[in-house]
């Protein structure tokens, strides 16, 4: 009840606030990474005409999930040996970097950020949000490791569940045998990068994170156990399987938490002064995060 509550004020804000546009849908879900335990899911339609004949947002709609993959894929890179921490990279648009690594692939976009950004180590491509230095670690990774990757978070795959549940995936093109290395590197692999060219449902990308924090066969649980005859039957806790490396893990989640911060580059700076002001709470090292504009085709 709180999960929806929250969803539904949140969502319906921009209405109060006399804004034109607010969303389709909305979803939210909340998983204890400890044991892979989904402790609440809410889902919310725009004018729903039959909100409990709506599809269950959180494992039903899709969308392209957008800058929240980042993270995921700086840890993959990292934990492929491709990336290296310490390292940094000129995010400038049309600096002499850029025209090095993207500009010979002859992509018909360019790829820009939303704002102006310089030299940044890992660290700052996360805290900036910045797609031209997602897209300079994506170039890294083979295709083989690109379809891993996608295999590694779960990406097109159902939840572990028989609920009803969407899988969504990549783009039928993506990993086409046919397409060739230059095109799958100008298109794909700069896409998937920031988190287009790719369809995911809020469980799936929860799932994601869960796996890296816990291990690459993490699946989320709905069930903790049942009652039968009086007696407690405990479900089996999902296994983690193969986990990143302990450094990998801490630098992301540095990373991640630096996201919320004073630091007004930070993409989460507003959301940190904001409850500092309203609530005198500093939210620097108390939550990490990772912003994201997201694009659905599900109405």
Known sequence: ???????????????????????????????????????AAASWHRDAKNATAAQFAPAQSLYEPGSVVKPLVLAYAHEAGKLDWAASFDCAPG???????????????????????DVLDPRGIVVNSSNIG????????EREQWRD???CFGFGAKLGWSLPNSPGGVNSRSFAANVTER???????????????????????ARAYLRLFRGRDAEL?????????????????????????AEVVDAVRAAMTDVVSADPRATGFHLHGR??????????????????TADSTIG
């Open 1 to 39: 009840r709180i999960a929806v509550k929250e969803l539904s004020a949140v969502a319906e804000a921009g209405a109060r606030e006399g804004k034109v546009t607010i969303p389709k849908w909305g979803a939210m879900v909340l998983v204890e990474i400890a044991t892979g335990d989904v402790l």
């Open 95 to 117: 600096s002499a970097e850029y025209r090095q690594r993207i500009a010979p692939l002859g992509r018909r976009k360019p790829v820009r950020d939303d704002h102006g950004c």
């Open 134 to 141: 997602a897209a300079y670690v994506g170039l890294m990774l």
């Open 149 to 151: 990757y996608m295999a």
């Open 183 to 205: 095109s799958f590197r100008a298109n794909s692999a700069i896409s998937f990068s920031f988190g287009y060219e790719l369809q995911v449902n809020t469980m799936q990308l």
């Open 221 to 245: 649980r709905l069930v903790r156990g049942i009652e039968a005859g009086g007696r407690w039957q405990p479900a089996p806790a999902p296994a983690g399987g193969r986990a990143f490396r």
């Open 275 to 292: 409850m500092l002001k309203e609530l005198g709470i500093d939210l620097h090292g108390v939550v990490g995060g990772k912003t994201g």
